[in-house]
């Protein structure tokens, strides 16, 4: 076994959880290497057509069909790539709650505990642009990092919140479709991939955190619709954070039922409580992950909140600025104009049939078209990372080697070739003809309009 010092405690803990010869092969998994994933964008490329627009070596994960293993020595997060919104990097094993959630567009949909945005990433592209997604963290810093990656990725149809469950549950009631928790936890499986994680877990264990847990979960209980599906997921193997949270739910709300989730290779089912999932380092190739599924029974007519949808139906398009109008005649897109909210210059496109409630802290409701300044509109960042190439009426693209693409993401000013030019006005910055930003043509230049909080460092 690696250097890494393990209390007594847990050890003795995970001999009692696995029995004598799996806890010898779960410690040999410690001698391994860490391993490194990341998951392809499905709505910008395909997991068939990624594998060679990259110079990586990549190695497909066998249980997530747009998942790769990539060598711990490439930097990924250093690609033009990454900055397109082409790839999220990720644990393997974490990708899976995401993966067996069976979201559909047009869904209501809630992460709750969702920074940094691994999992509502996947599951906003599994909207397709179709219902909600709201992800929440009660952290309102790392609920930043969240809604960026949720931009980066170009999902448009978001709510980001930082707000406590039970603050939400108050607003929302029995409104989502479904409710994906990746609950806070001990972090076991996380400590090869970090030591800090052991330290952390010495100073608050299983049974600190299974009190969390059981108050998230019957708060989402609360929000889950009749019908509707909750995913619970840690990425720890104490049963007293895992199958005994679900036999918590299913005890406490007789409406709940489990589902059992379908094992693949190398997945292990719950220990004492068939149905879950749970995935082992020394099984796959991942850090482990625990899942279990429940249904909600009843009907499966929507419900609606009369505090969170009131203004709902008597909403109407209010007539929009001229200078909105012409900017969003350059996309190739229908707006809904009673779904644009402008606030304090902020100009929102608001998800299908939602109305934010006055009551929750938000940051960010839905998609930020730009800003009103001076009479004149500035497109914004998030915007340009939904589009197509083809949806703009003014594009230029650079293939990724070109020096520019990265002078571009460092906010430079871009001198045009010959045969790009001349270009006049809003114009959208592509890398092989995924969208990075917006620029301003004024002829044979681009004036560089790239978020600065995103630019390259």
């Known amino acids: 076994m690696s250097e890494l010092k393990l209390s007594e405690e847990y050890l003795n803990r995970m001999r009692d959880l696995l029995g004598e010869e799996e806890f010898s092969a779960y410690l040999k998994s410690f001698d391994e290497e860490r391993l490194y994933g990341l998951r392809v964008n499905t709505a910008k490329t395909s997991p068939e057509a990624f594998p060679e627009l990259v110079p990586w070596d990549l190695k497909q994960i066998p249980w997530i069909p747009n998942g790769f293993y990539y060598e711990g020595t490439k930097r990924p997060a250093k690609d033009p790539y990454y900055y397109a919104g082409l790839y999220y990097l990720q644990e393997p094993s974490a990708m899976t709650p995401a993966m067996l959630l069976p979201v559909e567009p047009g869904d209501r949909v809630l992460d709750l505990c969702a920074a940094p945005g691994g999992k509502s990433t996947e599951l906003g592209v599994k909207l397709a642009g179709k219902g909600v997604l709201i992800s929440n963290d009660i952290s309102n810093s790392r609920a930043k990092a969240l809604l960026k990656n949720l931009e980066l990725w170009g999902i448009a149809n978001i709510c980001v919140t930082s707000e406590t469950p039970d603050k939400l549950a108050g607003v929302f009631g029995p409104w989502f479709d479904k409710i994906l928790i990746d609950a806070p936890c001990s972090g076991e499986g996380m400590f090869r991939k970090d030591e800090d994680m052991v330290k952390s877990y010495e100073e608050h264990g299983p049974e600190y955190y299974s009190r969390i847990q059981k108050e998230i979960t019957d708060q989402a209980v609360r929000m889950l619709a009749p019908g509707g599906l909750l995913l619970y997921s840690t990425c720890t193997f104490s049963r007293c954070e895992d199958e005994e949270i679900i036999c918590h739910i299913?005890?406490?709300?007789?409406?709940?039922?489990?589902?059992?989730?379908?094992?693949?290779?190398?997945?292990?089912?719950?220990?004492?409580?068939?149905?879950?999932?749970?995935?082992?380092?020394?099984?796959?190739?991942?850090?482990?992950?625990?899942?279990?599924?429940?249904?909600?029974?009843?009907?499966?007519?929507?419900?609606?909140?009369?505090?969170?949808?009131?203004?709902?139906?008597?909403?109407?398009?209010?007539?929009?600025?001229?200078?909105?109008?012409?900017?969003?005649?350059?996309?190739?897109?229908?707006?809904?104009?009673?779904?644009?909210?402008?606030?304090?210059?902020?100009?929102?496109?608001?998800?299908?049939?939602?109305?934010?409630?006055?009551?929750?802290?938000?940051?960010?409701?839905?998609?930020?078209?730009?800003?009103?300044?001076?009479?004149?509109?500035?497109?914004?960042?998030?915007?340009?990372?939904?589009?197509?190439?083809?949806?703009?009426?003014?594009?230029?693209s650079w293939n990724r080697e070109d020096d520019r693409v990265i002078r571009y993401l460092k906010g430079e000013t871009i001198s045009l070739a010959p045969e790009e030019g001349p270009v006049k006005g809003w114009c959208l910055v592509c890398v092989d003809g995924s969208p990075l930003g917006f620029a301003k043509g004024t002829g044979m230049a681009l004036k560089n309009k790239y978020y600065p909080g995103w630019r390259w460092m």
């Not at 709940?256 to 082992?280: H, Q, T, W, Y």
């Not at 909105?324 to 606030?343: A, H, Q």
């Not at 938000?362 to 960042?381: A, C, D, H, I």
């Open 250 to 396: 299913l005890n406490r709300h007789e409406e709940m039922e489990l589902v059992k989730l379908p094992l693949f290779e190398g997945a292990s089912d719950g220990i004492g409580l068939n149905g879950c999932l749970r995935l082992f380092p020394h099984k796959i190739k991942g850090e482990g992950h625990f899942m279990a599924l429940l249904h909600k029974k009843g009907g499966s007519e929507r419900q609606r909140t009369a505090g969170l949808l009131n203004g709902l139906q008597s909403r109407k398009a209010a007539p929009l600025p001229a200078e909105l109008t012409e900017f969003l005649s350059l996309i190739d897109r229908e707006f809904d104009p009673s779904r644009i909210m402008i606030k304090n210059d902020s100009v929102y496109y608001l998800p299908e049939d939602f109305v934010p409630a006055k009551e929750l802290r938000y940051l960010r409701t839905g998609l930020l078209l730009g800003e009103l300044k001076n009479r004149r509109f500035e497109p914004g960042q998030a915007l340009a990372m939904t589009l197509k190439a083809d949806e703009f009426r003014r594009t230029i």
